[in-house]
């Protein structure tokens, strides 16, 4: 099927059209950064949210994603779901959409849930999943939920590309406390005990709140309902605002929210902090701030995928590197010679 077809298709709404733009950009085939280009222009009009939702394996992810699409259908919102699973290279999110797809949602038009397959990312697994979730929005679903397993760089890369992002954590999760610990999940703007039927959910909601204080320099936060904001402005490594002034508004202080996804409950209360994170985002000027940094970021991902593809396709660097190998491995010349070389070489005018 031809780009243009595909385009038309989009444009007459087929949601089998958009099942293969998924997949065209998915796999990166002939056409997919023009279907891409097509859908960016449909980007600007507003009104769509992205919500990513991460945490530890059968914290609830899922569980709470059925509970999300209900809430939002419920409210004559559509819903678009892209599942991650950036470690299972095999199923991929295949099993966890799947699951969705088969229950309630499964016949209702206005919601489209999509697994992705980590083998079908090239490199950048985040790129890819804002660009599927570029396409859901494109296409006019006004709720995207991103949901991703685990704990990692990989997993919060993808999550936080969404303007709101929710870490699952649960009693039974150790590890999750451990790597909130190492500061690795600072970057949630709302914070979710689910399973709290189960004992410890209490304590872990504790241990959560005083975490984020002891970060924000209020170790008692929690103890006291009266505390001011002092306003501040901090980044995080990963140059992502945490928190901080525009104007009047002080800082977003993360909630830590309890869920018993199973029975529904919490979800309308964690439903209603999304929409207030969102409204803060509005309102401080975050929100064109983190969509300007992101468009930069983006431009610059697509630049260096390109760039990667026409080292290995246009030019002579993989020939070059043939050639040296040896050399490399017998310890005559490190690789940093090389590439070097291979550099100049291309520089040069070694392009085929
Ligand atoms: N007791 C209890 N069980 C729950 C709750 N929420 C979800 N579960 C159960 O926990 C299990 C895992 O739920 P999922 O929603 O598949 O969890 P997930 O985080 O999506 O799992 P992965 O995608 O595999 O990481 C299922 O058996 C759910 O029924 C809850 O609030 N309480
Ligand atoms: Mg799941």
Same mark, same amino acid.
């Given at each position: 099927m031809s780009v243009e077809r595909l385009l038309e298709g989009l444009d007459r709404h087929e949601p089998a059209a958009l099942a293969r733009a998924i997949t065209l950009v998915e796999n990166q085939r002939d056409g997919f950064e023009q279907v891409l280009s097509h859908a960016h222009s449909r980007l #600007? !009009?507003?009104?769509a949210r992205r919500v990513g939702i991460t945490g530890p394996p059968g914290a609830g992810k899922s569980t709470l994603t059925e509970r999300f699409i209900q809430h939002y259908r419920a409210a004559g919102l559509s819903v678009g779901v892209v599942a991650v699973d950036?470690? +299972?290279?095999?199923t991929g999110g295949a099993l966890l959409g799947d699951r969705i797809r088969m229950e +309630? #949602?499964?016949? =209702?038009? /206005?919601v489209f849930i999509r697994s992705m397959a980590t !083998?079908?990312? /090239?490199?950048?697994l985040a790129t890819t999943t804002e660009e599927v979730a570029d396409l859901l929005e494109a296409f006019g679903f006004a709720r995207i939920l991103v949901e991703t397993v685990g704990v990692g760089q990989t997993e919060l890369d993808i999550a936080r590309s969404a303007e709101t992002t929710v870490l699952v954590l649960v009693p039974e999760s150790g590890d999750g406390i451990q790597t909130l610990k190492a500061g690795?999940?600072?970057?949630?703007d709302v914070y979710v005990v689910n399973k +709290? =039927?189960?004992?410890g959910a209490d304590k872990l909601r504790q241990e959560v709140e005083v975490m984020l204080g002891i970060r924000r320099g209020n170790a008692f936060r929690h103890v006291s309902p009266h505390h001011t904001t002092q306003p501040r402005m901090e980044e995080d490594g990963g140059g992502r605002e945490r928190a901080g002034p525009v104007g009047a508004i002080g800082e977003w202080e993360p909630p830590v929210l309890a869920t018993v996804a199973s029975r529904g409950e919490g979800v309308a209360e964690l439903a209603a902090a999304l929409d207030r994170h969102y409204a803060y985002l509005e309102a401080s000027g975050r929100l064109a701030e983190r969509r300007r940094q992101r468009l930069a970021a983006r431009t610059r991902a697509v630049l260096e995928r390109a760039v990667r593809r026409w080292l290995v396709e246009a030019t002579r660097a993989e020939e070059l590197l043939a050639q040296r190998l040896d050399e490399v491995v017998e310890g005559r010349r490190s690789p940093y010679d090389v590439a070097a070389e291979i550099l100049d070489q291309i520089k040069a005018g070694a392009a085929r």
């Open positions: #600007a !009009r507003g009104g950036p470690t +299972s290279p095999f +309630s #949602a499964s016949l =209702d038009p /206005h !083998r079908g990312a /090239h490199g950048g690795v999940m600072e970057i949630a +709290s =039927d189960r004992p």
